[in-house]
């Protein structure tokens, strides 16, 4: 939804999870958890608003995962990004 309607939200437009994207990809998780974020184009940003975030932050410092995917959307000059881990 990201890259087609500039929504930024963990649920798809069509009520689908997070977990449920990732099922119908074929991906096998014990843990999975996701993070998002709309702003700038420096790595700096990104990172620093992912671990302002209590939850984000969790989540990246978590040792519960041991993969990670990140995907950039660029619409009207903003930047989406999304990032999942799995465990």
Same mark, same amino acid.
């Given at each position: 939804d990201i890259s087609y309607k500039g929504v930024? =939200? !963990?649920? =798809?437009?069509?009520?689908? @999870?997070? *977990?449920?994207?990732?099922?119908? =990809?074929? +991906?096998k998780f014990n843990?999975?958890?996701?993070?998002?974020y709309k702003g700038s184009i420096l790595p700096i940003e990104l990172c620093f608003g992912w671990l302002t975030s209590a939850g984000n932050r969790n989540n990246l &410092? @978590? $040792?519960? *995962? $041991? *993969?990670?995917? +990140? $995907?950039?959307?660029v619409i009207n000059s903003t930047f !989406? !990004?999304?990032?999942? &881990?799995?465990?």
């Open positions: 930024l =939200s !963990y649920d =798809s437009t069509n009520g689908d @999870s997070p *977990f449920d994207r990732l099922t119908k =990809s074929g +991906v843990i999975a958890s996701e993070n998002i &410092l @978590s $040792s519960d *995962f $041991s *993969f990670a995917a +990140v $995907s950039v959307s !989406y !990004y999304v990032q999942d &881990l799995i465990g």
